[in-house]
T-cell receptor, first 115, second 110 residues
């Protein structure tokens, strides 16, 4: 099936630990995105990438890092510098790049909690 | 970052009723999208709008791109239990990133 796969579904982090969330897509989409969702709130953009080996900060990039070494993969690392990491993390992808207005399609999310 | 004003924040309705929700922005958008999110899952695209005044349907769902390009609404007719969830609008200004509304939580009493 074509789609966006996020793993794991649930993730627990200890204080001071870095964790990496996986996002893979087989839709041949150029652009990929990471969002954070807190209870009762909308989605806030962490990082996005419009093409392989390139990415830009979103609205809340502090404490996070990403890489885009392959078109189909866009992993997100939540570093120990992120003091409030408990949230639902959503990965998305879309066709095209630049000014393309193609809609974004989402994975099923990873819920990160602090132990 | 910029956010859209989505209303209402929540709705409690009886099964079979029609539903209406809307989003407004201070900026002019060239794209409006409507998504539905079930608990513990990612948002699913319902309708995409690309032209001012455009009216698009998807089954019992109808959405319109406001003529001023600063607003959009979503209507659901004859609601059923599986319509329960959170509905998000999202808009794009030019080549900028998508901006999301804060969601409308829909609850249906059978």
């Amino acid at each position: 099936d074509g789609g966006i796969t996020q793993s794991p579904k649930y993730l627990f982090r200890k204080e001071g630990q870095n964790v990496t969330l996986s996002c893979e897509q087989n839709l041949n989409h150029d652009a990929m995105y990471w969002y954070r969702q807190d209870p009762g709130q909308g989605l806030r953009l962490i990082y996005y990438s419009q093409i392989v080996n390139d990415f830009q900060k979103g609205d809340i990039a502090e404490g996070y890092s990403v890489s885009r070494e392959k078109k189909e993969s866009f992993p997100l690392t939540v570093t120990s510098a992120q003091k409030n990491p408990t949230a639902f993390y959503l990965c998305a992808s879309s066709k095209g790049q630049g000014s393309s207005n193609q809609p974004q399609h989402f994975g099923d999310g990873t819920r990160l909690s602090i132990l | 970052g910029q956010q859209l004003n989505q209303s209402p924040q929540s709705m409690f309705i009886q099964e079979g009723e029609d539903v209406s929700m809307n989003c407004t922005s201070s900026s002019i958008f060239n794209t409006w999208l409507w998504y539905k999110q079930d608990p513990g899952e990612g948002p699913v695209l319902l309708i995409a709008l690309y032209k001012a005044g455009e009216l698009t349907s998807n089954g019992r769902l109808t959405a319109q791109f406001g003529i001023t390009r600063k607003d959009s609404f979503l209507n659901i007719s004859a609601s059923i239990p599986s319509d329960v969830g959170i509905y998000f609008c999202a808009g794009r200004e030019g080549a900028q990133k998508l901006v999301f509304g804060q969601g409308t939580r829909l609850t249906i009493n059978p």
